[in-house]
C-alpha cells in the first residue's frame, strides 16, 4: 500500500507544474485526497482536498484561483495543478488519502517544488 507523488521540480515565478499522487495496493475511489505542503522551519498545511467522487473540493486561501485538485478513479490517480506558482509556495507536498469507510489513512514521501528565478 503506497501513495507516490511525481511532477515536483524547479519553476519560474509565474510558472506551472502538475502533480500527481498515484496509488497501489489499494482503491482510490472510497478515500478523500488532500494535497498538503511543508516548507522548511514550518508546519504542514493543507493546500487542496477533494472528496472520494470529486463532487466537492476544499482550498487554501492562498492557493485559491490558482491551484485545482482532481482525481481519476479509473487510474487511481489525484492531480494538483499549480499556476502562477509564487516563491512562497515552494514546499515538499505531499498526498494524503483518508477514508471513514475504511478507517485508514495514507501518506506518500512528498515531492519537491522549488520557485525561483
Known amino acids: 500500500v503506497q501513495l507516490v507523488e511525481s511532477g515536483g521540480g524547479l519553476v519560474q515565478p509565474g510558472g506551472s507544474l502538475r502533480l500527481s499522487c498515484a496509488a497501489s495496493?489499494?482503491?482510490?475511489?472510497?478515500?478523500?485526497m488532500s494535497w498538503n505542503r511543508q516548507a522548511p522551519g514550518k508546519e504542514r498545511e493543507l493546500v487542496a482536498a477533494?472528496?472520494?467522487?470529486?463532487?466537492?473540493?476544499t482550498y487554501a486561501d492562498s492557493v485559491k484561483g490558482r491551484f485545482t485538485i482532481s482525481r481519476d478513479n479509473a487510474k487511481n490517480t489525484v492531480y494538483l495543478q499549480m499556476n502562477s506558482l509564487k516563491p512562497e509556495d515552494m514546499a515538499m507536498y505531499y498526498c494524503?488519502?483518508?477514508?471513514?469507510?475504511?478507517?485508514?489513512?495514507?501518506w506518500g514521501k512528498g515531492t519537491l517544488v522549488t520557485v525561483s528565478s
Open positions: 495496493g489499494f482503491t482510490l475511489s472510497r478515500y478523500d
Open positions: 494524503y488519502a483518508r477514508s471513514a469507510y475504511y478507517g485508514s489513512e495514507y
Open positions: 477533494i472528496s472520494s467522487a470529486g463532487s466537492s473540493t
